[in-house]
């Protein structure tokens, strides 16, 4: 099945500063690349996706990148601010049968300093 | 719409006991998925439905079981509870055909003594 490995597990930087999450992927069948915020005591939240016909998308100060081809995306925020520390994870999602299954790496927890 | 809701927010079990885990959705999804999340390992599938009447298993179904009679309920049960099914649950949702979006729960989070 899929692997995701996601790196770093934890990531500190100061206010304003950009932070880069990287996300690496085994199955190449994985057509769907979503990345969710979760913040404490709380579900996983969507804040952007991309699929494997589109190499960037950006979302204000979101940004995520994929390269099928060395299968890693990442996951890009600038200017950030202190309601970004959360925790982030990305995840691939490989097509089986009529149903897209989810394969999520570890998480990141981001601590944006002020 | 209230989307994906979880009950109970909270639950300590002894080992051996049985329960069930509700999740509901309003937003008409035909898919339905239950995670598992543990520190350091991200969320797991345990098991999910792509409509009612229809189940399969994820990568750690062992110890659970579901069921699907609605579109709008996918309840969890855990059929003898041990401590390594400490952590906390979320459940998921999302329209059928895709990929999309999966929208979570608020989660609810077991121990298991």
């Excluded at chain 1, 996300?23 to 690349?33: E, G, I, K, L, V």
């Excluded at chain 1, 299968?71 to 097509?95: G, N, R, W």
Aim: neutral net charge; contains cysteine.
């Amino acid at each position: 099945g899929e692997n995701v490995e996601q790196h770093p597990s934890t990531l500190s930087v100061q206010e304003g500063d950009s932070a880069v999450i990287k996300c690496t992927y085994s199955d190449s069948a994985s057509n769907y690349f979503p990345w969710y915020k979760q913040e404490l005591g709380k579900g996983p939240q969507l804040i952007i996706d991309i699929r494997s016909n589109v190499g960037e998308k950006k979302d204000q100060r979101i940004a995520v990148t994929l390269n099928k081809t060395a299968k890693h995306f990442s996951l890009h925020i600038t200017e950030t601010q202190p309601e970004d520390s959360a925790v982030y994870f990305c995840a691939a999602s490989p097509p089986k049968d009529n149903f897209n299954k989810f394969y999520f790496g570890s998480g990141t927890k981001l601590n944006v300093k002020p | 719409n209230a989307g994906v809701t979880q009950t109970p927010k909270f639950q300590v079990l002894k080992t051996g006991q049985s329960m069930t885990l509700q999740c509901a959705q309003d937003m008409n999804h035909e898919y339905m998925s239950w995670y598992r999340q543990d520190p350091g390992m991200g969320l797991r599938l345990i098991h999910y439905s792509v409509g009612a009447g229809i189940t399969d298993q994820g990568e750690v179904p062992n110890g659970y079981n579901v069921s699907r009679s609605t579109t709008e309920d996918f309840p969890l049960r855990l059929l003898s509870a041990a401590p390594s099914q400490t952590s906390v649950y979320f459940c998921a949702s999302s329209p059928n055909r895709g990929p999309y979006e999966q929208y979570f729960g608020p989660g609810t989070r077991l121990t298991v003594t």
